[in-house]
């Protein structure tokens, strides 16, 4: 009923940028948040940037001034404009978004499947 589906990933050069696109779709009555978590490989999954829909922003300390996060409330999509991008940010990225669905009676989170960005040196 609720999908979030990525797009964005590929293979970039240590220095390079991509942008990641997350659209979410279904029978969604409010999203409270949206955000972008990566997970590395042998390691945890962890927070990259949030956004609410008031458009507060949170970044991990290692990629604020590199990272952007933006959204179209209306749309229900999220961005990352990632620069500078170094290997280590080399990870599966994934979409998620914090919202109430039609029929639900709370707020629940939601992830999409992940676009994996690699980052060569």
């Known amino acids: 009923q609720v999908q979030l589906v990525e797009s964005g990933g590929g293979l970039v050069q240590a220095g390079g940028s991509l942008r990641l696109a997350c659209a979410a779709s279904g029978s969604i009555v409010s999203i409270s948040s949206m955000g972008w978590y990566r997970q590395a490989q042998g390691k945890q999954r962890e927070l990259v940037a949030t956004i609410t829909s008031g458009d507060s922003t949170n970044y991990a300390d290692s990629i604020e001034g590199r990272f952007t996060i933006s959204r179209d409330n209306a749309k229900n999509t999220v961005s990352l404009q990632m620069n500078s991008l170094k290997p280590e940010d080399t990870a599966i990225y994934y979409c998620?978004?914090?919202?109430?669905?039609?029929?639900?009676?709370?707020?629940?989170?939601?992830w999409g499947k992940g676009t994996l960005v690699t980052v060569s040196s």
């Open positions: 998620n978004a914090f919202l109430r669905h039609v029929g639900g009676y709370y707020y629940m989170n939601y």
